[in-house]
C-alpha cells in the first residue's frame, strides 16, 4: 500500500507530553523518546522502598515517611552518622531481608541487606548484599557518601558509594553487585552468635 | 583375646619425634598428638607458593626466593608499600591465577588474584578471590596488615588483614572467602578495558 509520507512527517514531528504532567512534569517528547524519558521523570511516583514485592504503595516523596510510619511501623530508626546495623539471625536459611532507618543530616535513609540462595551444584552458598538509599531524589542523593564495614578480629572489609535515591531503588544496584556484596562463608568471619553487626557512616560531600 | 595393660600403658607413654626433626625441630609428641604437630612445625618444609599445583618444589624458608627467581622467572616485583598490582584481560574465560611480587620492609611479598568459574544454573557467574601472602613464617607475617583496595568513580571496596604465611599458604582463606572476593559484575565496575588495578598497601604493625 502507499505509505502517506506526509502524515508520517507530521506524526514524527508532533510532541507528546510527559504521562506525569499531571504530577507537575513540564516537559514533551517525540513518541521514540517519551518512555525512555518517563522512566527518568523526576514527577514518576515514588514506589515503597522497603525490599520485596508485597507492598504496591506509590505517592509523592513528602508522602514516603508517612507511608514507612504507617504501614511499615518495626522498621527501627537510629540517629547518627555512625551507626550499627545489626542484622539477627544471618544463619536462618531461606532468602531474607534486614531493613533499618539511618536518620542524620536533616534525611533518612533506609540500610538494606538481602540474602540470596546461590544453586551451585559444587558448592551451594549464600550470598549478601548490602546497600543504602536515600529517602530523596537523585540530586539529594549525589550530595552524600556511604560507607558500609564489617570488622572481626585482624579483618575488615568495607564499601564506600553515593546512596541510591529511592526514586531509583536497589534492585539494580544489587543484580549488578553494585553494592557490600559478600558470600556465607565470609559472613561467618564476622558474624557473632549468628548475628550481623554492620558500621554505616553516612557523610556529605 | 587377653589384652596386656602394662604394654599398652608403656606404649601410651612412649612418646616419639617429630617427623622434621632432621631439620631441627627439637620435639617429642604422644602417638596421637604427633599428626597434628608436624601439619604446624614451623620445621615442615616450605611448599612453592606459586598458586596451582603444578610446581612441586619443596624446600627451606630461606631457598624460597632463589627457587621463585629461578623457576618462576616471570613473576613481575614491585618496590614498595604502596602499589598497584594490574590483572590485565580479567574477562578471559576460564580459571585463571595472577600473580605479583611486592618487595617492602626488607620482606617479599606475594600478591595472589584466582578467577573461578561458578556454575549456579539460574546465573553463572565469575569470582574472583585476591589475597596477600608473606614470603616468611607465621609469626613473621604476623608482624603485618595488607590492605586491598579497588576503586572506580564514586566507588570503593576494600579489605585489610593479616598476610598469611607461605607456610600456610592462600587456599584455605580462598576457600573460606577469608580476603577479597568479588564476582564478575563488581569487577566490572572497577576494571578498565579488562583490566583490573587493585591497590596494595603493606603496613607493619
Ligand atoms: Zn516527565
Ligand atoms: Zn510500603
Ligand atoms: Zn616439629
Ligand atoms: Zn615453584
Partial sequence: ?????GLEKIANT???PCKFSTSGC???FHHADKTEHEELCEFRPYCCPCPGASCKWQGGLSDVMEHLKKIHKSIT???GEDIVFLATDI???GAVDWVMMQSC???NFMLVLEKQEKYDPAQPTQMFYAVVQLIGS???ADNFVYRLE???SRRRMSWEATPRSIHEGVVVAIQQSDCLAFDSNAAQLFAENGNLGINVTISRI
Avoid at 1 to 5: A, F, I, K, T, Y
Fill in 77 to 79: 530508626t537510629l540517629q
Fill in 1 to 5: 500500500s502507499v505509505r502517506n509520507l
Fill in 14 to 16: 508532533v510532541r507528546f
Fill in 138 to 140: 537523585k540530586k539529594e
Fill in 105 to 107: 543530616f536533616d534525611y
Fill in 150 to 152: 564489617l570488622s572481626a
Fill in 91 to 93: 544463619n536462618l536459611p
Fill in 26 to 28: 513540564p516537559l514533551n
